[in-house]
């Protein structure tokens, strides 16, 4: 009996004596600054105050306009509740029956008390001192933080890293970037790589590591810095289609020209499916065929084209916003998306920031615009001649976005850039010939109502061939009633009639012998149309030859991210 009770002394004395010590240290710790962030948005009703207090994070949410006594009380309350839990705890055994005394939490800024009626919006402000008992917190109101930060989940060497990054509170031109990377595989030691946002591993990094310290960071200040550490990085595929065309694209062109892309980048919704590995695609290898392993080369072809618009068809939602808008972000451009009703893929029109302002959208799905603008009215009415190909137009979610710019340094010329992908079907001519009349209707008004004067860029995949009534229409200027697309879909859906085109237009590539090329079909679907009386062709860029399209018998391939080849031009004001 006197043994345990010799036992039991000495259990209690260690546990006093580690609580002493416990509360020595922190009270010695909490002498020094530590650090409050709080959140206040105009825009919400609420704000939240986040701090460490003894080892726990706490994240409070109050109303903005709740007086301060009350936050503070808040604060107070729970360090007793949390004592007096701790004192009832079983593993306290001190016997000690006191209850807990609560701290004095006040704030103050600029060394005078903040009064407790001051509504939370007003009390915390940057710069404010929170004194808990003897702890001092500095409070940092909106200080610049990523919400968002990650880096690609496959890397291969050669080509760019672009993380995703989403600041709020800062902007990413005033964000500090310091890359690492391993200096022997699996090991834990790193030697600085670069200082920019972006980096591009060489062969020498295949098989090890990169790390980012990326910082948040405004005009004013920084927030507080994440590292984040990536996948292995894997080898390249070596020679790409689009190597050889770089060297005409080196430097973003000057004022008086823009360099145009439009490009069919395969949607990964399509690229996956069991029809395109075994049937579409069977000869391109599987990982090849992969989202992770395409983003890696469309990032790098696209970001070495330097172009002033990037018009892409097939664009999955996720590749847009946590791809390709950060990739080419960090490369001076920004992107606008529209989705296909019933899709997960649609259009994506980018432009250079520091040369073209963004004034205004006017996108629309053709169908709805066909049944609900008075403006299709008449087409309405011709095509309700036939009510099988009228079922069939109203039934696609084909859509046009189209984005009006205008240069920065001269608001004269603005410019209506249209992006498209029509109805894909081989039978499906004369349902394109109706989409696309409807579009054409549809700029006329943008461009003569909307914004008179303004010129016309007309990118896309057309699905329709040099010889097609749509290339004939927006070529030529007009299509016969008796042109051979208005019976490609059989007898039963014959609506013959004559289109006529409002614009000037012309293929700025002319009529490549394709921009598709698979398997089973190659031909030109992909255009670039514009008027020739205000924007002359200065230069195309040169197709990939015919040996670096079927190295790997047809696209896609490990070398070539998609089944169509980008079209790239520059054009030049007159």
Request: net charge negative; charged share 20%; aromatic share 6%.
């Given at each position: 009996m006197l043994r345990n009770f010799v036992k039991r002394s000495r259990f209690l004395s260690y546990s006093c004596l580690s609580s002493w010590v416990h509360h020595l240290f922190f009270g010695r710790?909490?002498?020094?600054?530590?650090?409050?962030?709080?959140?206040?948005?105009?825009?919400?009703?609420?704000?939240?105050?986040s701090f460490t207090l003894d080892g726990s994070q706490k994240h409070m949410l109050r109303d903005q306009n709740e007086e301060l006594g009350k936050v503070l009380a808040r604060i107070s309350n729970g360090i007793v509740k949390a004592q007096n839990k701790a004192k009832k705890s079983k593993k306290n055994q001190c016997n000690d029956p006191s209850t807990a005394v609560a701290p004095t939490v006040t704030l103050h800024y600029k060394g005078d008390f903040v009064p407790n009626k001051v509504p939370n919006v007003d009390a915390w402000q940057d710069g404010a001192v929170l004194h808990v008992g003897e702890v001092r917190y500095n409070i940092e109101r909106n200080p610049p933080v990523f919400t968002t930060a990650e880096l690609p989940v496959t890397l291969m060497a050669g080509f760019p890293i672009c993380p995703k990054l989403e600041v709020e509170f800062g902007d990413l031109s005033h964000?500090?970037?310091?890359?690492?990377?391993?200096?022997?595989?699996?090991?834990?030691?790193?030697?600085?790589?670069?200082?920019?946002?972006?980096?591009?591993?060489?062969?020498?990094?295949?098989?090890?590591?990169?790390?980012?310290k990326c910082t948040p960071g405004n005009d004013a200040k920084y927030g507080v810095a994440k590292e984040l550490v990536s996948n292995i990085i894997e080898a390249g595929p070596g020679a790409c289609t689009f190597d050889s065309r770089h060297p005409y694209t080196q430097k973003v062109t000057d004022d008086s020209t823009l360099r145009v892309v439009s490009y069919n980048i395969l949607a990964d919704i399509y690229a996956q499916t069991d029809l395109s590995k075994t049937v579409l695609y069977p000869y391109c290898a599987p990982y090849a065929l992969g989202v992770d392993y395409r983003q890696n080369l469309i990032k790098k072809e696209l970001v070495g084209y330097n172009a002033d618009i990037i018009c892409l068809q097939e664009v999955d939602k996720g590749v847009f916003s946590d791809s390709l808008s950060p990739a080419l972000d960090a490369f001076g451009m920004q992107g606008v998306f529209r989705i296909k009703e019933k899709q997960h893929e649609g259009l994506a029109t980018y432009f250079r920031k520091s040369k073209l302002q963004l004034l205004s959208q006017h996108d629309v799905i053709l169908s709805e615009a066909l049944k609900n603008d008075s403006l299709h009215l008449p087409l309405l009415d011709s095509l309700s001649k036939n009510l099988t190909l009228s079922e069939k137009v109203t039934q696609r979610s084909t859509t046009l976005q189209v984005t009006v710019f205008q240069p920065l340094g001269d608001a004269s010329k603005p410019i209506c850039v249209a992006n498209t992908h029509l109805y894909w079907h081989p039978k499906g001519g004369n349902i394109r010939l109706i989409q696309i009349a409807i579009a054409l209707r549809h700029l006329k008004q943008v461009v003569s109502v909307e914004y008179p004067g303004a010129s016309l860029l007309f990118l896309g995949d057309f699905n329709s061939s040099p010889?097609?009534?749509v290339f004939q229409l927006l070529s030529q200027g007009c299509v016969p009633a008796t042109h051979p697309d208005w019976t490609s879909g059989g007898p039963e859906e014959q609506c013959p009639m004559e289109l006529n085109n409002p614009f000037k237009l012309q293929s700025a590539c002319g009529e490549p012998a394709y921009t598709n090329y698979v398997g089973a079909f190659h031909g030109c679907l992909d255009y670039i149309f514009t008027?020739?009386?205000?924007?002359?062709?200065?230069?195309?860029?040169?197709?990939?030859?015919?040996?670096?399209?079927?190295?790997?018998?047809?696209?896609?391939?490990v070398s070539h991210p998609s089944d169509h080849i980008a079209l790239v031009c520059d054009l030049k004001w007159k």
């Open positions: 710790y909490y002498k020094t600054m530590e650090r409050a962030v709080v959140r206040c948005v105009p825009s919400e009703s609420k704000l939240t105050i964000c500090i970037f310091r890359w690492y990377k391993q200096s022997a595989a699996n090991e834990d030691s790193w030697v600085e790589a670069g200082a920019e946002r972006v980096l591009t591993p060489s062969n020498g990094d295949i098989g090890l590591k990169v790390k980012l010889s097609s009534g008027e020739p009386q205000i924007l002359s062709v200065e230069q195309v860029i040169p197709m990939p030859n015919h040996q670096e399209v079927t190295t790997h018998h047809a696209l896609p391939s």
